[in-house]
């Protein structure tokens, strides 16, 4: 599939504004939630405001003090797993949630006829308060996630083994709040309507996690789209336009028995009607199915969150260079699995816009981080000509023309720079980062030689054919693969990786 180019920008601050905005309307859907259907028939709902409750049954110690505590150590556990991102927005949530619970209980007593510290009945009937509790607190939750945010407790917890496994959020919190409401019978224990308290904390519990997964899977659902049209290639011009890509296959019209284009898409399903306007507009009478698919994985898209089955390590080397992922998989050997940006479906040109090889590693690798999830390493690598001034360094690939790669014209063009240049001296020099959730480490090589007057060699990529390492007679062109390797910038870098990796 035709992959759109994707830029490599951090969320905006319109974006995060949005986020913070979104994430509170959830908190005050929740906080109504609990402080009216739940607290006053003392059903117990789940997650940490379930512990809180649980605790403000028997002490009538106000639950946000409680919920504030037991949240701060597992704020520690976010920090650690998710990343600070992730934690702003919680700890945003977590004193939001403390102090939006407290004003609306005070909201209340400020009620005429209500008594201080008795919450009273919003609806009289207990089964119909935890139905429409359970409804809104699962609205609520989905609002907070689909935000970027959490509760805090229980909602950390989940997005946790989220991250790691796919495992519907739904399903880790039910987990983690049977175990919560199932303790509250202890605390009833002695009345006569325990277990119906109790049952009714599992009926809110159902309807929250119903409610959580299907608003969460309506904004993640995605279609495919099949259309048959003689205007194939403006309709996928169209749709490429709005950042979906679109692939075009060939089949055959069997009727006619002529040649027909169909034109394949995944989007959201959120973006279908858009997608319908365009068609219409374009060939009202084309032929077009749309079919629901379950999961979509891959840029644009989710996450494959399943785990390699091998013991090996599975790491991306963001390269497009053949040459040089042959090279780093023969030295990082047999332990690691080391796919390239085309085994992920990567298929976006990285930009590398930086001024030094670092930035430029560094971007490829955050690059395929963050949009697909593996622990990644890049290199930028390059020739550094003495009596250039360091060039062609960053320019290397595209020292000849703007296209780049193109091999014999930067060496025709590095002979023409250098003719007549007594001073040869050159080095070739690579900078690795290596990106993981939490990390980055940079890995430098660098090989010392001369540039030659004429090209020698058949091997290798690049300038190899000109350069003479010191102290060899052969230049890395007439030298086998793992002669290169053993003594080249880029295997310098990557022995300097595979030892902190074994490390
Ligand atoms: P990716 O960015 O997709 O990894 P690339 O070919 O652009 O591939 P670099 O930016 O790291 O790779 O390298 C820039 C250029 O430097 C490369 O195209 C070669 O012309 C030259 N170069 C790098 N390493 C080399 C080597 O080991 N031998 C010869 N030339 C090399």
């Keep these: 599939m035709t992959q759109p180019q994707i830029p490599?920008?951090?969320?905006?601050?319109?974006?995060?504004?949005?986020?913070?905005?979104?994430?509170?309307?959830?908190l005050i859907i929740y906080s109504f939630a609990l402080t009216c259907f739940m607290l006053p028939h003392e059903i117990t709902t789940g997650g940490m405001a379930g512990v809180a409750s649980i605790?403000?049954?028997v002490t009538h110690f106000e639950v946000q003090y409680t919920y504030l505590f037991i949240n701060v150590v597992f704020l520690i556990a976010a920090v650690i797993e998710l990343g600070w991102k992730f934690c702003f927005k919680t700890i945003y949530a977590v004193l939001m949630l403390t102090f939006i619970l407290w004003v609306m209980q005070?909201?209340?007593?400020?009620?005429?006829?209500?008594?201080?510290?008795?919450?009273?009945?919003?609806?009289p009937d207990r089964f119909m308060s935890c139905v429409i509790g359970g409804l809104l607190e699962g609205f609520a939750l989905a609002i907070c996630f689909l935000n970027n945010g959490s509760t805090g407790g229980t909602d950390i917890i989940a997005a946790i083994v989220n991250k790691y496994k796919n495992l519907s959020l739904g399903n880790v919190i039910l987990i983690c709040d049977i175990l919560i409401i199932s303790s509250s019978y202890f605390v009833f224990k002695g009345?006569?309507?325990?277990?119906?308290?109790?049952?009714?904390?599992?009926?809110?519990?159902?309807?929250?996690?119903?409610?959580?997964?299907y608003v969460m899977n309506r904004r993640r659902q995605s279609v495919q789209f099949m259309i048959f049209s003689r205007n194939y290639s403006k309709i996928a011009d169209a749709i490429n336009k709005t950042g979906r890509g679109v692939t075009v296959l060939d089949g055959m019209g069997w009727y006619t028995k002529t040649e027909r284009k169909v034109v394949v898409c995944l989007a959201k399903k959120s973006e279908s009607i858009n997608i319908f306007r365009m068609i219409k507009s374009i060939d009202p009478y084309c032929f077009v199915s749309m079919g629901q698919v379950h999961g979509v994985f891959g840029e644009g898209f989710d996450q494959i969150k399943a785990k390699s089955t091998s013991n090996k390590r599975t790491l991306v080397f963001a390269t497009n260079n053949q040459h040089k992922l042959e090279e780093v998989r023969s030295i990082l050997g047999e332990d690691f699995e080391v796919r390239s940006l085309e085994d992920v479906g990567c298929r976006t040109d990285i930009p590398e816009t930086g001024t030094t090889f670092r930035e430029n590693a560094l971007q490829k690798a955050q690059f395929v981080k963050k949009f697909y999830g593996f622990d990644c390493f890049a290199d930028d690598s390059g020739l550094e000509v003495e009596a250039l001034g360091g060039a062609p360094g960053v320019h290397s690939a595209r020292y000849a023309s703007e296209e780049g790669h193109d091999s014999e014209a930067n060496m025709a063009k590095l002979l023409t720079e250098?003719?007549?240049?007594?001073?040869?001296?050159?080095?070739?020099?690579?900078?690795?980062?290596?990106?993981?959730?939490?990390?980055?480490?940079?890995?430098?090589?660098?090989?010392?030689?001369?540039?030659?007057?004429?090209?020698?060699g058949e091997g290798g990529f690049g300038y190899d054919p000109l350069f003479l390492p010191d102290g060899y007679d052969k230049t890395f062109a007439e030298m086998s693969a793992d002669e290169k390797n053993s003594i080249s910038h880029r295997g310098q870098a990557v022995e300097k990786l595979v030892a902190f990796l074994k490390k």
């Design 8 to 26: 490599f920008v951090p969320q905006t601050v319109q974006q995060e504004v949005r986020d913070y905005v979104m994430i509170t309307v959830g």
């Design 55 to 57: 605790i403000y049954y």
């Design 106 to 123: 005070r909201v209340i007593e400020m009620q005429p006829g209500v008594t201080p510290g008795v919450l009273p009945k919003m609806m």
């Design 191 to 213: 009345d006569s309507d325990s277990w119906q308290r109790v049952i009714c904390g599992y009926v809110t519990l159902s309807i929250s996690a119903v409610t959580l997964d």
């Design 418 to 456: 250098l003719d007549g240049v007594e001073n040869r001296r050159a080095n070739f020099r690579t900078v690795i980062a290596f990106v993981t959730d939490d990390s980055v480490h940079y890995f430098e090589g660098k090989v010392d030689g001369k540039i030659l007057a004429e090209r020698r």
